[in-house]
Structure formats: structure tokens, C-alpha cells
């Protein structure tokens, strides 16, 4: 009878080890990805491309271009955060022929392009 007992004790306990692994393991969630609205518009006299309006996740990066219209340059680039990290310091200040510029997703977003009629 002892001998019974003793083989059953390691099937048991294999038993017992199995089901308690596949009962209570809980599968870990992937963790919420933080993401930012993008907001992109442009003055009369020119576009911005790509299309960029969405939501991305945070650390993505874009590059704009601002193209003007026929009788339009580009002016420059706005952006509503004040960090001088929409776009090159130097664009964010009006300098002209800086048409296109980097965003880091690392906060809501508004950018918006300046354009100004080419005087004649």
C-alpha cells in the first residue's frame, strides 16, 4: 500500500503544479500608449503637406513643408506651445525660405503656416 501511495505522490503533485500555473497566471496588459493631437493650418497663399490633423503617439516625428501659391512666399511657421521646439528657433521668428520644419510629438500640437502676397 505504501508503494501505491508513493508513486501516486509525484503525479499529484505534477498535477497540482500545472494547474495552479494555468488557473491563476494572469496575462500582463500592454501599457497604454500616451498619445498627442496634431493640429496643422496654413494663413491664405499656401498649404502645408502631408495632410498631418491626427493623433500620434508620443516621441513621433513629422516633417511639414509649407508650400506657397503662385504669387505667395512663405513667411513663417507658429506654434501655440512657446517652447522654440515646433520648428527651428530661427522659423518660429519669421525668416524666410525656412519652409519646412521637425515636430516631436511630445505634447498637444498647433502649427500653423505664414504665408504673405509677393508684392509686384
Known amino acids: 500500500m505504501r508503494n501505491i501511495f508513493r508513486s501516486y505522490i509525484p503525479i499529484f503533485s505534477l ?3 500545472i494547474n495552479s500555473c494555468s488557473k491563476g497566471a494572469i496575462a500582463p496588459q500592454a501599457a497604454a500608449r500616451t498619445q498627442y493631437n496634431l493640429t496643422v493650418t496654413a494663413s491664405e497663399g499656401g498649404f502645408v503637406t502631408p495632410e498631418a490633423n491626427g493623433t ?3 516621441g513621433a516625428q ?3 513643408s509649407a508650400i506657397p501659391n503662385n504669387g505667395y512666399s512663405f513667411c513663417r511657421w507658429l506654434g501655440t506651445d512657446n517652447d522654440n521646439s515646433v520648428c527651428k528657433k530661427s522659423q518660429l521668428q519669421g525668416a524666410r525660405g525656412k519652409s519646412r520644419c521637425i515636430i ?3 505634447s498637444n500640437r498647433y502649427v500653423e503656416a505664414f504665408f504673405e502676397r509677393n508684392l509686384k
Do not use: C, E, Q, S
Request: proline share 0%; glycine share 0%.
Open 15 to 17: 498535477f497540482l503544479f
Open 56 to 58: 500620434y503617439n508620443a
Open 62 to 64: 513629422l516633417t511639414l
Open 104 to 106: 516631436k510629438m511630445d
